[in-house]
């Protein structure tokens, strides 16, 4: 079975740039989530949704941030206008009425 | 606010050897997970544990949930260099999402 699909795997920009990251959560999966990590600050929830409908966005550190899920099997977090400090990797996640999260491989941005 | 602190935060050691790691919060959790993330990739989930004074066994992996369900350990016997890797606590309280701690990264050297 295909696990949680996230693209890029890398990513590198320079300051100012639009930043699309992409993921394709398991099938059947009710839940779907965006972390970020750092050494400085570990695994971040940056939001979640359930049935594609955001739930909860706390975590977004600006509006520089958005995501979306148009549909069950494809969601998008979105940073414009990108910085340095937005370097990190960024994870997806998905579950089953919350609960198993399953990991994709993340995406490796660096913001120069 | 709910916060998991992990220690040590950096743990090397010898093939053989046994170690634990500890999570520890002010907060109650409904329930706490184990996930272990290797280079490259994203975290897995190892165990769940929910009861208060809780025991779980994964070959030579022994869980513990604290009785008053605030903190938890990690117990490997033995350790062998394919346990490497950031080992995750996360608590669920309620119905808030995964609070994770900042990891325990293992080294073992063969």
């Known amino acids: 079975d295909a696990g949680v699909i996230q693209s890029p795997r890398h990513e590198v920009t320079e300051m100012g740039q639009e930043v699309t990251l992409r993921c394709k959560p398991i099938s059947g999966h009710d839940y779907l989530f965006w972390y970020r990590q750092t050494m400085m600050r570990g695994l971040e929830l940056l939001i979640y949704f359930n049935n594609n409908v955001p739930i909860d966005d706390s975590g977004m550190p600006e509006d520089r941030f958005s995501a979306k899920m148009p549909n069950a099997s494809f969601s998008t977090l979105k940073i414009q206008p990108s910085e340095p400090r937005d370097s990190a990797v960024y994870f997806c996640a998905s579950s089953f009425r919350s609960d198993t999260q399953y990991f994709g491989p993340g995406t490796r941005l660096t913001v120069l | ?110």
Do not use: M
């Open chain 2, 1 to 110: 606010t709910q916060l998991l602190e992990q220690s040590p935060q950096f743990l090397s050691i010898q093939e053989g050897e046994n170690l634990t790691v500890y999570c520890n919060s002010s907060s109650v959790f409904s329930s706490l997970q184990w996930y272990r993330q290797e280079p490259g990739e994203g975290p897995v989930l190892l165990v769940t544990v929910v009861t208060g004074g809780e025991v779980k066994k994964l070959k030579r992996l022994t869980f513990q949930f604290g009785d008053a369900r605030k903190d938890s350990s990690l117990h490997i016997t033995a350790a062998q260099p394919g346990d490497t890797g950031l080992y995750l606590c996360a608590g669920e309280g309620g119905n808030t999402p995964l609070v994770f701690g900042k990891g325990t990264r293992l080294s073992v050297i063969a």
